[in-house]
Every structure is written in structure tokens, then in C-alpha cells.
């Protein structure tokens, strides 16, 4: 290191000044940090839901002959979808979480593969994340990409 070893005073002598510190812990450390760092970064972009706004922007204005579907999730653990074309109801269905794509499907075979403009999302107070999420991926699995959620509001 630094130094000259050990310093003498007279007849006495001192001992070194100098001192050797282990850096192996300190890499190890920030090493760790880094890869730490690194992984949270892929892990937040593949946590990330791509949706526009459905409501509320000229951009998303729908036109008239588009079909809005409102998708509630009742009480009893079914999700109800109805499909509504300038306000005007069109079709009602109810269905289960894990069946929702195959109705959606037939429901939009029935009115003819009709353009889609937005779909509103309702949740109940004791949805479950996942459940919120699996109606959104099928949603967009269909390419309804103008999505919403309406928050819930306390009774």
C-alpha cells in the first residue's frame, strides 16, 4: 500500500500504518445490486397492460354503428356482458370467468362481427385482481383494444 512501512521515533518504533482492507465482500455486495437491478427492469416491462382510453378523448370518439360492450362482474361470480350500439341495447349474456371469450365470441358471430369501439370493464367490491385481469386479456385477445374500468363505488 501506501507508506514506508513502520516509522521510527528515536528509539521507539511504531507500528504500520498501513491497512489492508478485503474489497471481496464489497464486490460481492454490488454485484449483487446490479443483477438486482437488472431483473427488476425486465419484470416491470412485462408487467405492463397496453390499453387505450376507451371514454373521455376525441381520439376514442365512437361512431355510431360501432358496438360498445359493458362487461359487469355480478354478484353471484358471473360476468355479465351487454352489447349496446348507440346506447341502445342489443344483446345481454350472461357467462362464466372462464367461458368468457367462447361467448363473447358466439355474441359477436350472432350480431354479425361488428366493428367494436370500447369495452367498459365494472368490477364488483370483491373481484379479484386475476379474475379483472383474465377478462382484460381476452378482450384484447380479441383485439378490443379500447379498454376502461369503472372504479367502484361504496354502497
Not at 471481496?24 to 437488472?38: G, Q, R, T
Not at 363473447?104 to 368490477?123: C, H, S
Amino acid at each position: 500500500m501506501a507508506g514506508g512501512g513502520t516509522v521510527a521515533v528515536g528509539s521507539s518504533r511504531r507500528k504500520s500504518l498501513d491497512a489492508e482492507i478485503n474489497l471481496v465482500p464489497f464486490i460481492d455486495l454490488l454485484s449483487m445490486c446490479i443483477c438486482f437491478l437488472l431483473m427488476t427492469a425486465v419484470w416491470i416491462q412485462i408487467g405492463v397492460v397496453q390499453v387505450k382510453q376507451s371514454r373521455g378523448t376525441e381520439a376514442a370518439a365512437s361512431k355510431s354503428k360501432d358496438i360498445d360492450i359493458d362487461v359487469k362482474f355480478a354478484n353471484s361470480g358471473s360476468v355479465e356482458l351487454a352489447f349496446k350500439r348507440g346506447g341502445r341495447m342489443l344483446k345481454k349474456l350472461v357467462s362464466k370467468p372462464d367461458a368468457v371469450g367462447a361467448d363473447l365470441d358466439r355474441a359477436l358471430q350472432a350480431l354479425g362481427k361488428p366493428a367494436i369501439a370500447a369495452a367498459m370493464i365494472t368490477p364488483r367490491g370483491g373481484v379479484s385482481y386475476g379474475e379483472l385481469v383474465s377478462v382484460m386479456d381476452v378482450l384484447r385477445k380479441r383485439q378490443i383494444v379500447n379498454l376502461g374500468v369503472v372504479p367502484v363505488t361504496a354502497n
